[in-house]
Nanobody
Framework: QVQLVESGGGLVQAGGSLRLSCAAS????????MGWFRQVPGKEREFVAA????????YYADSVKGRFTISRDNAKNTVYLQMNSLKPEDTAVYYC?????????????????WGQGTQVTVSS
């Protein structure tokens, strides 16, 4: 089992920045590929960013490319999502997810473990 706990969400004005963190425990963190997803009420969970277990490769949704950066610190068992130039349409609950594997993964069903989510609200 892997336990994931997100933090760092909050209320920010458009154009501002937030950094989300996801702390993992329970298994060897460096064995797991990580992803960030987001969801608004009434919509499906949406892929945001993913990173391989080593951190060497990353992948982003077109909607966040150039504004968001995913990174990880395997010594701290933590994955981050730096969000810059935030827009009102970025408002959602953000979830981190984990799965074993050597690649990065972009679909929710590909992940085995999920955090509880953290709310991000961007005001216009």
């Amino acid at each position: 089992q892997v336990q994931l706990v997100e933090s760092g969400g909050g209320l920010v004005q458009a154009g501002g920045s937030l950094r989300l963190s996801c702390a993992a425990s329970g298994r060897t963190f460096s064995n797991y590929a990580m992803g960030w997803f987001r969801q608004v009420p009434g919509k499906e969970r949406e892929f945001v960013a993913a990173i391989t277990r080593s951190g060497a490769s990353t992948y982003y949704a077109d909607s966040v490319k150039g504004r968001f950066t995913i990174s990880r610190d395997n010594a701290k068992n933590t994955v981050y999502l730096q969000m810059n130039s935030l827009k009102p349409e970025d408002t959602a609950v953000y979830y981190c997810a984990a799965r074993s594997g050597v690649s990065y993964y972009t679909r929710p069903y590909e992940y085995n473990y999920w955090g509880q989510g953290t709310q991000v609200t961007v005001s216009s």
